[in-house]
Every structure is written in structure tokens, then in C-alpha cells.
């Protein structure tokens, strides 16, 4: 019996370090059942253990999700290489691990998680709608003008008589992008206190969801499916699937994607000269408490690189979503296998240190170049590159400048307790999210 269970460990641990990692990029030694998914936990939300990983095995590395491996690109140079000159086609696959589109949604439907045939026509046909809403017309600027008009209500509301109030931004924000979302979708937003009670719980869902979809028992689940059973797991899937069943999947990614970028353009440790920065700049360029539109955007230099670092630090998805190989491919010295998981790390590439000196530093001034106009700098990389590139990145743009540039026209923001700054941690999730925290804001005008 012995002499059996040490052949047995002897054959797995031959297939575990050896055998399945023989015909992929170097990388992180995988524990046999959860890979290197305690690594990533044990620094979450993962962006220090990717930059380890980058620098000891390469900018093309092989990492473990269970039994899954992913071959993990982070160079920028190398990522606009494959995923969009040589390879665009063959690496628009999307990966999902295991059975995970069964376990959540009952078979491959939607655009975010399908790929082939199915994929361009929805991809296709959501680009359509999109036109028609009036995406890139001035239609789609109304609609956002409207929900921001609302919000600004809201808020001066809450000043009441006085010039200077605390508050807890997050709310405010979040259901005003996802009123703008739901205006498209489903023709109305959440305006009375009924609606903002409905909304709370349904983003509540989603928040809980975003953590749970990239937590390691759930994935662990997706992979070995008879594991479900455990105890420990029954319950996660259990809680997971009454959240998942609340929530479409399209309302997942607006209302936290969105809701994130600008929550954190708050919530992060500024330098006071940054909003001082940006209340000069505001007030030699627009002057009043008019309504900034789409067409002062070239005006408003420092705004713009504002938002693009704030994009660049908040850095939203520490894992790309996975990419899957449509065909055999070579990458680098490795001929990658058809249908193997491959990951443009687009967030190795705004923290890379070569590109960004002084990376986890604010600093929209290197999005400025010597003569005062805005660098384009095609490193920064928030809505990912190649052929499954955020499809809402002309409607996230637009909401995040006319969100922005009109809440510092009319606010000055200032924490509570200077000495005692809001935390900077992250949320772990598919996309992170901050920590709830309150400040001042302060009437402009
Ligand atoms: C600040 C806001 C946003 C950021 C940073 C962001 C970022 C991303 C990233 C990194 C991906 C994965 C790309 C890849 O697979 O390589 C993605 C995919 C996607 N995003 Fe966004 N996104 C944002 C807002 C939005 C909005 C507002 C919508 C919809 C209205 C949206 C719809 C999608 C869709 C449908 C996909 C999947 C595209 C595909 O698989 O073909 N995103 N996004």
C-alpha cells in the first residue's frame, strides 16, 4: 500500500512540475488542484504578484488558475505585437475556466464571455445600438448632461443654507452612472427615494458579485464541478448563485466599471496642488458655473491628463479578463496550443515602471508635454487593446470627462481630517473597488 501511494506521488508530482508545464512560457511553480491562486491572494488585489512574476520569469510567463494555465503577456510592445498586428484574429478567443458560463448563467450566451460567430454578431450588433442611442452624436451627451444635472440637484440640495458639507460620495456617483446606463436600457433612472432604495440593493449584488466571481473557491468550482458538494463550497456557491441570479450581466459592467473610476478620482491620496491645478485651470478656461460640454474638451489640458492618470492608478482589472487561443500559435520561442488561456496584462503595462517612472505616485503631469499640450502616451491602456477591446470605451470617455470637469467646476473636495486621509486600499474583484469614505465638498460658485 506504501509503495503505492509513493509511486502515486511520485506520478503527480512528475505530471504537476513537470509534465503539464513542459510545452509553456516559464513561470510560477503550480500547486496541484489551485495553481498559483494563493500567490495572487496573498497580495490582492494581485498587481505586486504579477510584477513579481514579470520580473523573475519574463515579460511572456506561464501562471496557474487551478488547473488552468495562462500564458500572460505584460509587455506593451509585445502585447500591440500579438493581440493586435501579427495575431488579432487567433487571440480573440474568450477563456472561460471550466464550467463556468453553465454554473452562472445556464450555457455561453451574452458578448463579454462568448467567442467565434456568436461573438462578432453580438459584438456587431451591440456597436449598432450603441450609433443608434447616439454614441459619438450629441444625443448621447444629453443624456449624460441629464443624469449629471440630477446629481448636481441632489447635491445642492444636501448644501442646504451652507457652503460646506460632509458626504459619502460613492452613492452619489453610482447611481448616477447607472442611471444613465438604465435610461438606455430600460427607458427610466432611480430619481425617488423608492428607486435609490432598489438601486442600493441592487448594486449591493453586484459589488458582492464582482468579489466573488474572481474568489478562488468559486473557481475551484468551475473547474472541478464534483467539489461542489464540500461543505465549504456548497455554501460560496450557494451565496453566489443567489447573487448571480439577481443581476444581469450587462448592469454588472457598467454600474462598477464605471462607478470605480470615478469614485477613486476622490478617494485617492492627492497632492492638494492636484485640485488646485485643476480649479486654475477651470477657471481661466471656462470661468463660471456654466455647463461644460464635449466641446471644451481640447481646452481643458490638465482635466484630461487628470482622468487619464486617475485611469492609469486606479488601474481596474489587476487580471485582464482571458483571452483564449482560436488556433495553434506561436508567441515568443512557444508554439501555444488552440484553446489554451492567454492574457494581455494590461495593468503590468500602467504600472510599468520603464513607462510610468515612479508608477504608484499621481502624477498627471506625464500626460503633459514640454510645450503645455496633452502627450498621447498609447501605453495607457485602461479599456485593454486588440479585437476584444472595451466595446463602452467611447461611452466611459465621455462620461468620465463630462463627470469630472463639471463636479471640480462646482466643488472643491477636502477631507475631513487632513492627518487621517482616507484609505487607499483596494477591493479585491474582477474589477477592484475602493473603500467607502466620506469628505468635504465645498461650494465653487
Ligand atoms: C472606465 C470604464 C471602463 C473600463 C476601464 C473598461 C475596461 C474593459 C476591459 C479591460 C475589458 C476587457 C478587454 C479584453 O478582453 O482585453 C473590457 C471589456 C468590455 N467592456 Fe469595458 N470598461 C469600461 C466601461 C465599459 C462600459 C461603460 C461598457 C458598456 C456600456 C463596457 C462594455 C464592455 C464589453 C461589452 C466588453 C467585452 C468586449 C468583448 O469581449 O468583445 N465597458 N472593458
Not at 183 to 196: A, P
Request: proline share 6%; aromatic share 12%; net charge positive.
Amino acid at each position: 500500500m506504501l509503495w503505492f501511494l509513493g509511486l502515486f506521488f511520485l506520478l503527480l508530482c512528475f505530471y504537476n512540475f513537470y509534465w503539464k508545464r513542459r510545452l509553456l512560457p516559464p513561470g510560477p511553480i503550480p500547486l496541484p488542484l489551485i495553481g498559483n491562486y494563493h500567490e495572487v491572494e496573498a497580495n490582492p488585489p494581485g498587481y505586486t504578484t504579477f510584477d513579481k512574476w514579470r520580473k523573475k520569469y519574463g515579460e511572456i510567463h506561464t501562471f496557474w488558475l487551478a488547473e488552468t494555465p495562462v500564458v500572460s503577456i505584460n509587455d506593451f510592445n509585445l502585447i500591440q505585437k500579438y493581440f493586435v498586428k501579427e495575431n488579432s484574429d487567433t487571440l480573440a478567443g474568450r477563456m472561460l475556466v471550466g464550467r463556468q458560463m453553465e454554473i452562472q448563467r445556464g450555457g455561453t450566451f451574452g458578448l463579454i464571455f462568448v467567442d467565434g460567430v456568436q461573438w462578432r454578431e453580438h459584438r456587431r450588433f451591440a456597436l449598432q445600438v450603441f450609433r443608434n442611442f447616439g454614441m459619438g452624436r450629441g444625443l448621447m451627451e444629453e443624456k449624460i448632461q441629464i443624469e449629471i444635472s440630477n446629481m448636481f440637484d441632489d447635491i445642492n440640495e444636501a448644501f442646504g443654507n451652507s457652503k460646506e458639507i460632509t458626504i459619502e460620495p460613492s452613492p452619489l456617483f453610482e447611481i448616477t452612472v447607472a442611471n444613465i446606463i438604465n435610461q438606455l436600457l430600460f427607458g427610466f433612472g432611480y430619481h425617488d427615494k423608492k428607486g435609490k432604495q432598489e438601486f442600493s440593493k441592487v448594486k449591493d449584488c453586484i459589488a458582492k458579485m464582482m468579489r466573488f466571481a474572481c474568489s478562488p473557491s468559486i473557481n475551484l468550482i468551475y473547474s472541478f464541478y464534483p467539489l461542489r458538494h464540500l461543505p465549504f463550497l456548497k455554501q460560496k456557491l450557494a451565496e453566489f448563485t443567489e447573487v448571480e441570479q439577481f443581476i444581469s450581466n450587462y448592469c454588472q459592467k457598467q454600474v462598477e466599471t464605471h462607478k470605480t473610476a470615478m469614485k477613486n478620482s476622490n478617494g485617492r491620496k492627492l497632492d492638494p496642488q492636484d485640485y488646485e491645478k485643476i480649479h486654475t485651470e477651470l477657471d481661466s478656461v471656462i470661468g463660471s458655473d456654466r455647463r461644460i460640454t464635449l466641446a471644451d474638451k481640447n481646452s481643458l489640458i490638465y482635466v484630461n491628463a487628470f482622468i487619464n492618470e486617475v485611469q492609469r492608478s486606479v488601474n481596474l482589472l489587476p487580471m485582464n479578463l482571458l483571452h483564449k487561443t482560436l488556433n495553434d500559435v506561436q508567441i515568443g520561442n512557444y508554439l501555444i496550443k488552440k484553446d489554451t488561456a492567454i492574457v494581455p496584462q494590461i495593468s503590468a503595462v500602467m504600472f510599468d515602471e520603464k513607462i510610468f517612472p515612479e508608477p504608484h505616485k499621481f502624477k498627471p503631469e506625464r500626460f503633459i508635454d514640454a510645450k503645455g499640450e496633452l502627450k498621447k502616451v498609447e501605453e495607457l491602456v485602461p479599456f485593454s487593446i486588440g479585437k476584444r477591446q472595451c466595446l463602452g470605451e467611447s461611452l466611459a470617455r465621455m462620461e468620465l470627462f463630462l463627470f469630472v470637469s463639471n463636479f471640480y467646476n462646482l466643488y472643491k473636495v477636502a477631507p475631513i481630517d487632513p492627518t487621517n486621509l482616507p484609505s487607499l486600499d483596494k477591493i479585491p474583484g474582477v474589477t477592484i473597488q475602493p473603500k467607502q469614505f466620506s469628505c468635504n465638498f465645498i461650494k465653487r460658485f
